[in-house]
């Protein structure tokens, strides 16, 4: 069943009443972000363990680790698509990311780039 925004709801806000966290921005009918990756990469992002293998590629400005930006995309939440990691990843994109689950984080940073520009989220200026 959808549901309507009421009127003093932000649009982005997208928070169930059962107290999940919130959702990434956008609109609900794309569907939740791990679902998202998963069709497009064929990654179950679930699958991250937290091991801090990833932790090492680290980046001047982000404000997640890679582990953590995947846990963030697992859950649907909002910082997902909106971390500064997302977009400082890019430069991550080169190295042979590695992932002790098996997760093709390369692959999975891509989508959700393509995903955040999709709902109208863009890198931050430099």
């Known amino acids: 069943m959808l549901h309507h925004h009421s009127a003093s709801r932000e649009p982005s806000s ?8 919130k ?7 794309r569907g939740p972000l791990r ?4 069709a497009s990469t064929g990654q179950d992002i679930s699958r991250c363990t937290h091991c801090d293998l990833c932790d090492k590629y680290l ?4 404000d ?29 994109l080169d190295h042979a ?6 997760l093709d984080l390369v692959s999975i940073l891509i989508v959700m780039q393509r995903e955040a520009v999709e709902r109208g989220i863009h890198p931050p200026e430099s």
């Open 97 to 102: 990311l590695r992932c002790q689950s098996g």
């Open 64 to 92: 997640l680790t890679i582990a953590e930006l995947m846990q963030a995309a697992s859950r649907d939440e909002y910082l997902a698509l909106n971390s500064k990691t997302l977009w400082v990843s890019e430069k991550l």
């Open 14 to 21: 997208l928070e169930s009443s059962d107290g999940k966290p």
């Open 35 to 38: 679902a998202i990756i998963l």
């Open 59 to 62: 980046q001047p400005g982000m």
């Open 23 to 29: 959702p990434v921005a956008g609109a609900p009918a």
